[in-house]
C-alpha cells in the first residue's frame, strides 16, 4: 500500500481503511 507516497507494509493497510481505499 501507500502512503503519502511512501510504500508501507500491507498490515498497515488494514490499520488503516482509509489508506487501502485510495490504494485501490
Known amino acids: 500500500m501507500w502512503r503519502?507516497?511512501?510504500s508501507?507494509?500491507?498490515t498497515d493497510s488494514?490499520?488503516?481503511p482509509l489508506t487501502g481505499?485510495?490504494?485501490q
Open 21 to 23: 481505499a485510495v490504494a
Open 8 to 10: 508501507v507494509p500491507e
Open 4 to 6: 503519502l507516497g511512501v
Open 14 to 16: 488494514a490499520a488503516s
